[in-house]
Nanobody
Framework: QVQLVESGGGLVQPGGSLRLSCVAS????????MGWYRQASGKQRELVAT???????NYADSVKGRFTISRDGAKNTVVLKMNSLKSEDTAVYYC??????????WGRGTQVTVSS
């Protein structure tokens, strides 16, 4: 059974940076795509960034230029580097994997809070 485990969330001041990591286990093969969604309180879950098997990336307009996704396919690991964080980035961030739009597998989520 595929499991995705996130790490790296926390509290950061506006303008700061955080790095989220996600490790996938339980699959004999590399999982593609992998990436991140987020869900703010009272809002729907939204795509943040994904990366497919040939390295193509897809970012939400709201994070372009601030967030960078990368992965180690051999280790089934995906990393989200978040810079210039804003209060509106506060949300639970979920690692995703597989499926057409990265929704076949989910992690449990990690809280990111941007506040002074």
């Amino acid at each position: 059974q595929v499991q995705l485990v996130e790490s790296g969330g926390g509290l950061v001041q506006p303008g700061g940076s955080l790095r989220l990591s996600c490790v996938a286990s339980g699959s004999r093969f590399s999982i593609y795509p992998m990436g991140w969604y987020r869900q703010a309180s009272g809002k729907q879950r939204e795509l943040v960034a994904t990366m497919d098997s040939i390295g193509r990336t897809n970012y939400a307009d709201s994070v372009k230029g601030r967030f960078t996704i990368s992965r180690d396919g051999a280790k089934n690991t995906v990393v989200l580097k978040m810079n210039s964080l804003k209060s509106e980035d506060t949300a639970v961030y979920y690692c995703c994997g597989g499926g057409a739009v990265c929704t076949a597998y989910w992690g449990r989520g990690t809280q990111v809070t941007v506040s002074s």
